[in-house]
């Protein structure tokens, strides 16, 4: 009678839509609550320890996650699943022939560190023209008492008994020989038997980390910078750190809107200053620009400032700048201001207000067209 094995998910504690980051953590709780080394005797313990790494090696690996998630255990995705419990075709085929014809074992991808994420909130202007941040980040660190072996003092890892120091184990099946992570050392080939005091064998200890951040110009809201090697330390000495990404945060502006690479600003103007023209300092992420306005400008009209917007966030050259005018109307009129425009407005044809005229002429032939 065989036993049936528990399903990988519920083995690690997780749903079925869990994300990488999910299996990982809870992996990684699981392997160092039942590791050989802290439950020494403890046969349940090693147990359940290697059936959490079987699981995790299978949904750690996007290609196996997806057999076991469509066939289980036994579905028959991969005619070669009972030799090596997952292991791909071409690993198989690696070590088939590398002991057939004496050559090297394809090898197997270096331990890394988990990848960090980080908010950085920016001006409009930091955004538009790129700077220099340095940003602060809990990162762990080598433990300095230990020098990063996790070992105590005056000691040092020993070799794993289980795979002799090469980090995985070998299981041979009549033709097949199939190399898989050692289950008692996690692939290291070392084991900590009197750990250090300060970081519990781990090598590492919690730290902060300045780091330096160099912003191109023309990031926006949800732009992601990535910067290799500078993420947690890789859990081995011979593994590689994983990275950073830095989600940017552009906080608002007083006075421009930005639609990707254009700044959109509007000037109110006076009721004089569009009637009769002016010539106006009109502010741009470079400093005040002299823009004409004609005379008879109505409100609501935009003009544009060349190469005075947004630069490009992977080149070709900056955006524009678009003025929208608005026309103030005055609250509170002194006598003398009343009068004149009083005046004004007697004086006023419909000449010199054409907008006014077609109006009421469209207004007068629809009118009429109803009494038709």
Same mark, same amino acid.
């Given at each position: 009678?065989? +036993?049936?094995?528990?399903?990988?998910?519920?083995?690690?504690?997780?749903?079925?839509?869990?994300?990488?980051?999910? /299996?990982?953590?809870?992996?990684?709780?699981?392997?160092?609550?039942?590791?050989?080394?802290? !439950?020494?005797?403890?046969?349940?313990?090693?147990?359940?320890?290697?059936?959490?790494?079987?699981?995790?090696?299978?949904?750690?690996?996007?290609?196996?996650?997806?057999?076991?998630?469509?066939?289980? $255990?036994?579905?028959?995705? !991969? =005619?070669?699943?009972?030799?090596?419990?997952?292991?791909?075709?071409?690993?198989?085929?690696?070590?088939?022939?590398?002991?057939?014809?004496?050559?090297?074992?394809?090898?197997?991808?270096?331990?890394?560190?988990?990848?960090?994420?980080?908010? +950085?909130?920016?001006?409009?202007?930091?955004?538009?023209?790129?700077?220099?941040?340095? /940003?602060? /980040?809990?990162?762990?660190?080598?433990?300095?008492?230990?020098?990063?072996?996790?070992?105590?003092?005056?000691?040092?890892?020993?070799?794993?008994?289980?795979?002799?120091?090469?980090?995985?184990?070998?299981?041979?099946?009549?033709?097949f020989s199939i190399a898989r992570t050692c289950p008692r050392c996690g692939g290291q080939g070392k084991v900590v038997a009197d750990k250090c005091a300060d970081c519990g064998g781990a090598g590492m200890i919690q730290g902060q980390a300045?780091?330096?951040?160099?912003? =191109?110009?023309?990031?926006?809201?949800?732009?992601?910078?990535?910067?290799?090697?500078?993420?947690?330390?890789?859990?081995?000495?011979?593994?590689?750190?994983?990275?950073?990404?830095?989600?940017?945060?552009?906080?608002?502006?007083?006075?421009? %809107?930005?639609?990707?690479?254009?700044?959109?600003?509007?000037?109110? /103007?006076?009721?004089?200053?569009?009637?009769?023209?002016?010539?106006?300092?009109?502010?741009?992420?470079?400093?005040?620009?002299?823009?004409?306005?004609?005379?008879?400008?109505?409100?609501?009209?935009?003009?544009? +400032?060349?190469?005075?917007?947004?630069?490009?966030? $992977?080149?070709?050259? %900056?955006?524009?700048?678009?003025?929208?005018?608005?026309?103030?109307?005055? $609250?509170?009129?002194?006598?003398?201001?009343?009068? +004149?425009?009083?005046?004004?407005?007697?004086?006023?044809?419909?000449?010199?207000?054409?907008?006014?005229?077609?109006?009421?002429?469209?207004?007068?032939?629809?009118?009429?067209?109803?009494? %038709?």
């Amino acid at each position: 009678m065989t +036993l049936e094995k528990r399903d990988y998910y519920e083995v690690l504690g997780v749903e079925r839509g869990s994300s990488e980051q999910e /299996i990982k953590s809870a992996y990684r709780r699981l392997a160092h609550q039942y590791h050989p080394d802290k !439950n020494q005797g403890d046969k349940a313990a090693e147990e359940r320890f290697k059936e959490c790494s079987e699981a995790y090696a299978v949904l750690s690996d996007p290609e196996k996650r997806a057999r076991y998630d469509q066939f289980g $255990h036994r579905g028959g995705a !991969n =005619p070669f699943e009972g030799f090596a419990g997952g292991a791909s075709i071409n690993d198989i085929f690696g070590d088939i022939f590398s002991e057939m014809f004496g050559g090297q074992r394809r090898p197997r991808g270096r331990p890394r560190g988990s990848d960090l994420r980080y908010h +950085l909130e920016l001006s409009f202007e930091e955004a538009a023209f790129g700077t220099v941040a340095r /940003i602060e /980040i809990p990162r762990p660190k080598r433990c300095e008492t230990c020098a990063g072996s996790g070992a105590k003092p005056g000691t040092s890892p020993r070799t794993c008994q289980t795979c002799g120091g090469a980090g995985e184990v070998r299981l041979t099946q009549g033709f097949f020989s199939i190399a898989r992570t050692c289950p008692r050392c996690g692939g290291q080939g070392k084991v900590v038997a009197d750990k250090c005091a300060d970081c519990g064998g781990a090598g590492m200890i919690q730290g902060q980390a300045t780091v330096e951040v160099k912003v =191109p110009p023309g990031v926006d809201t949800n732009t992601r910078l990535k910067l290799s090697g500078e993420g947690e330390p890789a859990p081995s000495p011979v593994g590689v750190p994983g990275d950073l990404y830095v989600v940017v945060q552009v906080r608002e502006h007083p006075i421009f %809107r930005r639609e990707d690479t254009e700044v959109v600003y509007e000037m109110p /103007i006076s009721f004089a200053q569009a009637a009769l023209g002016a010539s106006l300092d009109v502010p741009t992420l470079d400093g005040p620009v002299k823009m004409k306005i004609p005379a008879g400008t109505q409100s609501g009209k935009v003009f544009r +400032l060349r190469g005075k917007g947004i630069p490009a966030l $992977h080149g070709g050259g %900056r955006g524009d700048q678009h003025v929208r005018v608005v026309v103030e109307t005055p $609250h509170h009129l002194t006598k003398e201001q009343r009068e +004149l425009l009083e005046r004004f407005a007697a004086l006023s044809g419909e000449d010199t207000q054409p907008q006014t005229r077609s109006f009421w002429e469209k207004v007068g032939d629809l009118l009429g067209a109803k009494k %038709r």
